[in-house]
């Protein structure tokens, strides 16, 4: 299995433009993680989804931020407009199940500036 | 509001075992004990869990503690690819993880 696949791993932007991160999950993973680290804040959860639907979005840092889960292999995290505190790594994850014993494994990140 | 307390770092020599510990001591009963590192420019990645008893598997062991109220992963031999940030975290069932701000362990040669 190739794990969690994410794309770019890099991305620079200028303040104001739309930033699209996507992501693959595991086949099979029912749940779908976003997260963004910092130096500042560490690993924020941001939101996820079972059975591409939202089911905790409460860690989105405000409207500039949506994400969207078409289909159980492809979920987007955009940014509109982007701005230069938004600079961060965005990882994704996914797990099979929900029962807290369940792993989550995490793709490799996606490093955003936005300038 | 975070559930666990670890130290920010932690030092060790290659070779040798480390001892890292957690205290969750507002853990419920139906509360997974998670253990996941980040190694440097890396996404986290799963080490060991478990819920009452002491754990293991190939990459270390986890002690529980009886009352569950701590907990302590073990790396039984320390390398240099063990340097990395250390998150212990409480799960429940049908939520995400949580992270805190977790122990960077530094191993020297």
């Known amino acids: 299995d190739a794990g969690v696949i994410q794309s770019p791993r890099h991305e620079v932007t200028e303040m104001g433009q739309e930033v699209t991160l996507r992501c693959k999950p595991i086949?099979?993973?029912?749940?779908l993680f976003w997260y963004r680290q910092t130096m500042m804040r560490g690993l924020e959860l941001l939101i996820y989804?079972?059975?591409?639907?939202?089911?905790?979005d409460s860690g989105m840092p405000e409207d500039r931020f949506s994400a969207k889960m078409p289909n159980a292999s492809f979920s987007t995290l955009k940014i509109q407009p982007s701005e230069p505190r938004d600079s961060a790594v965005y990882f994704c994850a996914s797990s099979q199940y929900s029962g807290a014993y369940n792993e989550q494994f995490f793709g490799p990140g996606t490093r955003l500036t936005v300038l | 509001d975070a559930k666990t307390t670890q130290p920010n770092s932690m030092e060790s020599n290659e070779e040798e075992p480390v001892h890292l510990p957690c205290n969750h001591s507002?853990?419920?009963?139906?509360?997974?004990i998670h253990w996941y590192r980040q190694l440097p420019s890396q996404g986290p990645e799963y080490v060991i869990h478990g819920l009452t008893s002491n754990v293991n598997n190939r990459m270390a062991s986890l002690a529980i503690a009886e009352d569950r109220k701590s907990s302590t992963l073990i790396l039984h031999r320390a390398t240099l690819r063990d340097a990395a940030v250390y998150y212990c975290?409480?799960?429940?069932?049908?939520?995400?993880?949580?992270f805190g701000k977790g122990t960077t362990l530094s191993v020297s040669s």
């Open positions: 086949s099979g993973h029912d749940y």
């Open positions: 975290i409480l799960r429940a069932a049908g939520t995400a993880l949580i």
């Open positions: 507002t853990i419920s009963g139906t509360d997974y």
């Open positions: 989804f079972n059975n591409n639907v939202p089911i905790d």
